[in-house]
Structure formats: C-alpha cells, structure tokens
C-alpha cells in the first residue's frame, strides 16, 4: 500500500483566517524542474500529475519511482520538485519536456475544494554524458544512450566480477538504435540480482528509454542499493547494468548513482552546519583522471550565485578531498521549526543546499553531472524562552517581554494563580498581551502588561516598601501539531509606600505654626490656608520656611485666613484651617485644624475695629467678625456687652444695610437702661428683598441699678440657633479731680504729691461720668461733704444737701456751669462747683481734707424726671441750685478726691 503524499497543513493563523490568494510559480532549475505553491493558509494540498489526459494522484511510492518530490515548510508553502526526465513529461527529442499538474487545494465546509493545472516546459540541452540527481526521496541516472562502453562501468565495487565482459572492451561510441529493447536489469548490491524491467518495475524503480537516454531511477533506500564510505562520507550507492537486445544483439549500459547519506555526510555546532561532499565520488568516477570543472552552490534545487552565497552568509569551499559548504543556523534559505520534547521548548533548522559538479574524465571524454539536494535538519537546538523583567516600579505595571520563540508558536492562556485567562481575557482584564514578529527568523516575542491593581498580583506590605509579585504560567502551542508547552516565570519588585505628605502645628501667644512633611517622592499637593491657596506671595507674608523634607509658616492668629470662633473677655479664640489638597482629583489628602485662645483684653473700639490689648505690650485691632458672620453669634454670650455699649452708638450709626444698630437710652424708674439692637437684614435672603424683616435680630438691653448692671437679651425671632446674652457686670465709673483754677482746664494730678491748700484759698471741683458721651445721660450731686478720712469718718462738714448748696456753711458752694470744649463734649456728663474756703472747719480743722460726693446720673431730656430736677428752696440766698427729693433717687453713686492738706 502506497501513503498518499497528501500534504496536511494545517497552520493555524493567529491573525483572521482568510481565504489563501495562492501563489503558483514554476521554473527551470537545469535538469530538474520546480513549482512553488502557497501559502496554503491551512488548506489541504493535493498533487497530481497529468499523463495521457488523466491525473493520476500523486503518492510518494509514485512520486520516488517517477522522479517527483515534494517539500513542505513550516509557513505553508509547497515546494514540488520534477525531474525533467520524470515519468509524465512530455518529452521531444530530449530537449523539451513538459509537465503538467493538477493542484487540488481542499477547502473547508464553507469555502469550496479549488483547483489550479500547472504545466511548465523546460529546454534542456546541456546533457552531459551522465546526469545523476540525488533527491529527498530518490535518486536518478540518466545515461546518454551510445554505448557507452567502459567509461559508463565503475571500477568498483565489483571488480571480480567479470560475467557480462570488461564494460570497457565492450565500449562503442555509436548510439545505440531504437531497435534495442530493455530485456533485464542488473543491480548490484554487490551482488548481483537480475530483474525484468517490469519486475524492477514492481519493485519502485523507474526505468525509462528516451529517444537517446537511459534512464534509471530508484528510491533513496532500495533492497537493490548499498552504503559505501566515499572519503569517510557514507553514500547510498546503486549500481546497475541494463541489457538491451536486438534480435541476436544485445549490449549492455552501466548507470550508477552514489547519494551521500545525511548522518556523516554533515556536521554541527551551535551555531553552524556543514557538509562535506566528497570531491572524488568513486562509485561515479572510474579513472583516477578526472577534473572538477564546476562546483556551483544553491539552495532548494536553485543555484546561488558568488555574491548571493556571500549574502547569505554560506561558504563553499573545496579542497583537495572534500567540497565543503557551510551555512550558519537560521540563515535565509532554511527556516526553524519548534518542537516539544519532555515539556521543553526546543527547535530545529532545516535548509536545503545543493551542490551541483561538473567532472570531466580524460580517458573516457566523458562528463558527468552530479546534483544532489541534501535536506538537513540540525539536532534539537535547545532556545529556553527568557522572561525579560522591564517593570518600572513607579507605573504600577509588571511589564514583560517574553520569548524568543519561532513563528510556529502561539501564546494560547496565561495561568495566574487566581485563574487562567485566555489571550482574549486578557484584554478584557486590562492585561496587554501583544506578539511582535519580527522577519529574522525565531525572534518573536510576546510582551505582557500587567497592572499592580490586577488581582492576580501579590501584595505584601513590609516596612516602607510594598512588594508586588507576580507568578505566571504562560500556555503556548507549536503549531500545526498543537504541541502544548508552559512557560513559568515570577516577577517581583518593590515601590516604596506613598505615604502622603502631612500637617501638624500649634500655636504660641499670638501666631499658629504650621508644620508640613512632604510625602514621598512624587505626592503633589496643593496647600490651602483657610480658603486660600498658599501662593508664593502668601507664603512670603507667612515666612514661609523650607528645607526640603519639611515646610513651615507662620499665621498670625487674627491674620485674614484664620477664623474667629469667640471673642471672650480676656481671649480671643481663633482657629486655623489648613488642607493639603491633590490637584489632579481636587480631593483633600488632608485636612488639619488648630484653635487657639490668645490671650487678649477687649479695651474698646476704634472706628470699625475692636482693639485688643495683647500680652507683651501689642495692641491688635480686628475687624468684628461677629457681624460678618452670623453663625458666630451663638458664642455673644461669652462676650461682655455692657461694658461697651456707651461705644455702640458710635460704631453703628446704621451701617447701611449690612448692619443695623438702635441703641435707644431708656430711663425707667430706677433704671437706666441701654437697649442695643443688632439686626443683620437681608444676609440671607437673596433677590426679593421686599421684606423689611431683618433676618437676624438681637437685642441687648443693658440696665443699670447700684451696684449691678444686667445685660438681658431677647430673640425676637425664632431661630433654629439660639441667640441670648448672659448677664454681665458693669460699673458705672465717676472721677473727681480738683482744678487749678475757675477756668476748669488744668487740673491736679492724682498721682502727684499731695495737694496743700490755704484755708482761704478756694477749691475748684470737677465730677465727670466717665465713659458716657451720651448727652442725653446728665450727672446731678446729691451731696457732698468733707471728712478727715474716708467718707463715712465723722466730723462731717456738709457742702451740698440734696443737690443744693448748704445754707447753713457762710461760704456756701457756688456751681459753675460746664461749657463744651476740647475736653468736654457733653456737658450734662460734669459738674462743677466751689468751696470758696474752709471757714467752717477754722478752729477745729486737722491738715488734711477729703471731699465726698453722692452723684446721680439722669435723663437729660426728661423734664418730669423727678430724681434730677430739683430746685433748690433756698432761693432767697440767690443760690442756684438744685432740690430734689433725695429718698426717691436711686442708683447714687460715690466719688471722692484725694487727701487735700490745709494749711
Ligand atoms: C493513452 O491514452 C490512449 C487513449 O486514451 C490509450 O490508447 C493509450 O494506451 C494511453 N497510453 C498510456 C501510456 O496509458
Ligand atoms: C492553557 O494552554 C495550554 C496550551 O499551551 C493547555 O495545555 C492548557 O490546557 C490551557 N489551559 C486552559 C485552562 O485552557
Ligand atoms: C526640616 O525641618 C523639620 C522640622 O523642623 C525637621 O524635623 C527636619 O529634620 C528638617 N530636615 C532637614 C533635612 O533639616
Ligand atoms: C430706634 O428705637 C427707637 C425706640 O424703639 C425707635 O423709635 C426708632 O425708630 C429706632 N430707630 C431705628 C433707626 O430703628
Ligand atoms: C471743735 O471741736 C470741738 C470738739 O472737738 C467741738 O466741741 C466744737 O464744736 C468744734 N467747733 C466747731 C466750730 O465745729
């Protein structure tokens, strides 16, 4: 039984399988003939050869016999070799020979069977006297039919054998006529064994007579053939002598053929092949007179040229016993093919050279041209594929190159030891898989990406580093067998921790201090103070410090950026937002806070701003920030209004719109009241402001009595956050001062030594409600009087009862009026008499004097309040005075001067 030489192909493209564009080339190659087809791209390729107008499938028993071959390669193409003198040509006149073939490439369920005829004619007529042909699969003589005589017998291996006549002796140079007939052939293995043609025949031989040819062809391995060492080169020798008979002629041609076998014939290493040919093939050559006369070198039946052998990096060599060719593994000619062995990946170089002689025989004049193509395979060439690591830590990607690998292998799944992933998941999982082909021949490549996120990478946390690793098992394939191999390869690196930047900070008496630590390497950040970027001209204004693991500023506590959260009576408390903010996401990497109290006394207003008396001798002045935010009310409370409010009226005549402010001075029996209201109309209501209804309303009503003074505040508007005022204290405060002179401007320091004064001499008093500057508020004296000592110490000597002059002293008081001037501004807010002298205390004063005043404060306007206006009764001294019904006044207050010494 005969195997079909159907050639199966079955590459699988990686790329979008696509219907072949075939390509079918034939050429002439000298006495053989060659026909490329492809690429096949998968498809079955089915060869047969036309004769006599029918095709007859081609098999490799048929293809050896009649002097075909055909040689697949690994990218799907089909190279089909014919011997020009193969058993289907056409033949005339042995110079023109055609052949045809019927190339049947069978399609798939959906793409029909196609059908492609090839015939080629090759001329030929450079004959030589014997042509032999040494093939894959077969080796051919061909004889020029005279009778060639000795020349046409080896001398060896039978020398013995002398049955059929010395060849030589028998040499005719005629042409032998058409009358011969084939009668039988003899091989000689050595020995002899005798065959009809048509025995020969059956046994796979190929005989054939052309018009002046003798043809003889045989498979390289045979019964009928043998092994000789040829120059320490085995070959496969066939030896023959076929009969012809004519009637009671018969003549006899020898035909040999000697092919080297691979195994011996060529020799390896790493990185090259060589092949040695024997230059003086004994089989074929009779006489020790012989002459080379061509060497030619090619490559698939084709010959190459001087140059294009040095292109392709060959060498052909001849010495004296050997022609040398030497071909580097992977040069362009042959190609590789990989294969599995024990789970390695390993591949081979398969090239075709061959080397075509020309020798010519003194002795005989004969020439012989001697072709051999010798396809060879280098051993298992071990390539263990490399995983080159080309991860940057800093991407957050594993990135891989892996191979290299011969274009017959295909990346199938990659095995992660959360799962396997086809090439196709990969993708689908943010994985990269890409294949790079590259046109030098085993130099594909895969690469991989594989991102840090991705869950088959390994996570470990160790101190400042993160470890990531990755173990993979990548399945690939050798195509077209299919042939499964793995691949395993483990990655790790390391990528420092991010770790952010951060802020932390404090404060001392009047500043907060901001500390920043940059994060690693790389963390970009922005830095907000309250709600401003840290600019550069900020962080000027902040002395802003850097040395280059840290940065620090320095925020004065009342400085625009930080936040008054309470203003309280010895401190103000201000906090200080600051985050670190990441611009790419706009989100906050952190966020810090630091609330102080420093340390303050609220000693008044100027213009719109509150001034605070600061420890180490700094007055601060700070904008209210109460009003401007209204959230910050709940915190009133804690802020002690009454002390102020004579200021109010100042600050707040109506700030138009933003803020409302009614201080209204009521007097209600008793009491003095002061009532503050603080409005913030329309801070919240945007567009109809048709409503005259302030949005926020407080009032704060101060009342003063004796000794206490209540703040009571009241919300006239429910509000989600509760506004009130806690009680307060307030002291009213007076001061007495003595004059120089009736002219009131110049006065006696307190401080100063004590004051003496002549009994004769008069005293110029002055009383003054400090603090007030409220013309509508008047100081009355309810009585005054001297001591010795403190005011209630007795003797007493009264100056002023009831707001009147003492009529019973002979140098009664006398008030004088008080005008406005430089230092008085409102005049019901003083008073002032004179103790024109002593004469009361004549006899029995001591030297020193202290002078008393019980004093009232009123409503200037009212002209019915009792308590303030009095008229003295004692008209009749002329005195002008003031009465009142003492008992009924309240709130009288005490001022005193100082010791006065009387001399
Ligand atoms: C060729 O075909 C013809 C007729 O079809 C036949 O007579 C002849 O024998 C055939 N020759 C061979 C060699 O098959
Ligand atoms: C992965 O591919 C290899 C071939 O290289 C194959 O042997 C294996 O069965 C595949 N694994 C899966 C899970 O598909
Ligand atoms: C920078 O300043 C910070 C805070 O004062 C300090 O802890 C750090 O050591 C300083 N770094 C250098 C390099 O001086
Ligand atoms: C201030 O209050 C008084 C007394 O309640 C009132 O008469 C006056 O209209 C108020 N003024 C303003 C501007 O609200
Ligand atoms: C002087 O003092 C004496 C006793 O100290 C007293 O009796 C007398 O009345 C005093 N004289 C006057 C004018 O007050």
């Keep these: 039984m005969h195997c079909m030489l159907i050639l199966l192909i079955s590459v699988v493209n990686i790329e979008a399988q696509k219907k072949p564009s075939i390509n079918i080339n034939s050429k002439c190659l000298g006495n053989i003939m060659r026909v490329d087809v492809g690429p096949l791209g998968g498809n079955l390729l089915e060869v047969s050869v036309v004769y006599n107008n029918s095709a007859i499938l081609l098999t490799s028993s048929l293809a050896s016999q009649c002097g075909l071959s055909v040689k697949m390669d690994q990218l799907g193409n089909a190279m089909i070799f014919a011997s020009l003198q193969n058993c289907f040509a056409q033949n005339l006149d042995d110079e023109s020979f055609t052949t045809t073939l019927h190339l049947r490439l069978h ?49 060896q291996p039978f020398s013995g054998d002398e049955q059929l006549g010395d060849p030589r002796r028998a040499a005719t140079k005629r042409l032998m006529d058409a009358g011969f007939r084939i009668k039988t052939v003899v091989f000689f293995t050595p020995e002899e064994k005798i065959m009809t043609v048509t025995e020969a025949q059956r046994q796979g031989y190929g005989i054939s007579n052309t018009p002046t040819r003798l043809v003889l062809r045989s498979p390289i391995t045979s019964p009928e053939t043998y092994t000789r060492h040829v120059a320490g080169v085995p070959m496969t020798v066939l030896t023959t002598s076929t009969i012809f008979e004519k009637q009671w002629l018969a003549t006899q041609i020898y035909a040999g053929a000697a092919c080297p076998i691979l195994e011996g014939s060529v020799s390896f290493t790493q990185h090259s092949l060589s092949w040695f040919l024997p230059r003086q093939i004994d089989p074929l050559i009779f006489s020790g007179q012989f002459k080379l006369l061509e060497v030619h070198m090619g490559v698939d039946g084709q010959r190459l040229d001087a140059a294009e052998i040095a292109d392709r990096r060959y060498s052909l060599s001849v010495n004296d016993v050997y022609i040398i060719i030497e071909i580097p593994v992977g040069a362009v000619g042959g190609h590789f093919k990989s294969l599995v062995q024990n789970g390695q990946y390993l591949t081979t170089y398969t090239i075709e050279p061959m080397l075509e002689l020309l020798w010519a025989e003194d002795a005989t004049h004969e020439d012989i041209r001697y072709k051999v193509l010798l396809p060879i395979t280098t051993p298992l060439l071990s390539r263990p594929p490399q995983v080159i690591d080309n991860t940057v830590p800093e991407e957050q990607i594993f990135k891989m190159i892996f191979g290299p690998f011969c274009s017959d292998v295909a990346l199938k799944n990659i095995t992660f030891p959360t799962e396997v992933l086809s090439i196709a998941d990969c993708s689908a999982r943010g994985l990269k898989v890409l294949e790079h082909m ?103 204004q902040y002395s802003f410090m850097d040395n280059g693991t840290h940065f620090s500023f320095t925020v004065p506590f009342s400085a625009h950026d930080a936040a008054i959260e309470a203003i309280e009576a010895s401190s103000i408390r201000s906090r200080l937002d600051v985050s670190l903010r990441n611009p790419d996401t706009n989100k906050n990497i952190q966020e810090f806070s630091v609330a102080c109290s420093f340390m303050s006394t609220l000693t008044g207003w100027l213009g719109e701003k509150y001034i605070f008396l600061m420890p180490h001798s700094r007055i601060l002045m700070l904008e209210p920030p109460l009003f401007r935010r209204p959230h910050l009310w709940s915190n009133i409370h804690r802020w002690p209004l009454c002390p102020f409010y004579l200021y109010w009226e100042l ?126 508020v008047s100081l009355e004296l309810v009585s005054c009087w001297a001591t010795e000592d403190d005011r209630t110490s007795l003797p007493k000597w009264d100056l002023v009862i009831n707001g009147c002059a003492n009529s019973k002293d002979p140098n009664q008081v006398i008030f004088h009026p008080v005008f406005p001037d430089a230092r008085v501004q409102y005049p019901s807010n003083f008073k002032r008499f004179e103790i024109p002298m002593f004469g009361f205390a004549k006899d029995n004063l001591s030297r020193q004097v202290f002078v008393h005043c019980d004093v009232v404060v009123c409503d200037a306007r009212s002209a019915v309040d009792r308590a303030c206006n009095v008229q003295c009764s004692n008209k009749a001294d002329g005195i002008k005075g003031q009465k009142r019904a003492v008992s009924e006044v309240y709130g009288i207050k005490h001022v005193s001067s100082g010791p006065i010494f009387m001399s």
Excluded at 450 to 459: A, I, L, N, S, W
Excluded at 744 to 759: G, M
Aim: charged share 20%; with cysteine; proline share 5%.
């Design 438 to 540: 590259s046109p030098k021949s085993c130099s594909k490549v895969f690469t991989l990406e594989v991102p840090f996120t991705y869950r088959g990478v390994v996570q470990m946390k160790e101190i400042g580093i993160t470890v990531y690793s990755l173990h993979l098992t990548f399945g690939l394939l050798v195509l077209p067998e299919f042939a499964p191999f793995a691949h395993i390869a483990y990655l790790e690196t390391q990528l420092a921790l991010k770790v952010p930047p951060s802020v932390t900070g404090g404060c001392d008496y009047q500043n907060f201090y901001v500390l920043v630590k940059y994060g690693t390497h790389g963390f970009n950040f922005q830095t907000l103070v309250g709600k401003q970027m840290l600019t550069s001209g900020l962080a000027q």
């Design 107 to 155: 399609g798939n369920r959906v793409v029909e069977d196609e059908l492609f005829q090839v015939a080629e004619t090759c001329h030929y007529t450079a004959w030589a006297s014997r042509e032999i042909v040494c093939e894959r699969n077969y080796m051919e003589v061909s004889v020029k039919r005279s009778a060639p005589g000795d020349s046409s017998r080896p001398k």
């Design 651 to 776: 600050l707040w005549n109506n700030q138009k719109g933003k803020l409302l402010l009614n201080v209204t001075l009521v007097f209600l029996p008793n009491i003095m009241m002061y009532e503050n209201e603080i409005a913030l109309p329309d801070l919240e209501i945007k567009g109809d402001s048709k409503t005259d209804e302030p949005e926020y309303e407080l009032k704060v009503a101060c009342y003063y009595d004796i000794n206490t003074n209540h703040a009571v505040a009241f919300n006239n508007k429910p509000r989600t956050s509760k506004l009130y005022a806690e009680n307060a204290m307030g002291e009213l405060q007076f001061e007495m001062r003595l004059a120089l002179d009736d002219s009131y401007s110049t006065f006696y320091r307190v401080d100063a030594d004590p004051i003496a004064k002549y009994l004769q001499e008069p005293l110029y008093f002055e009383v003054e409600l400090m603090k007030s500057k409220n013309p509508e």
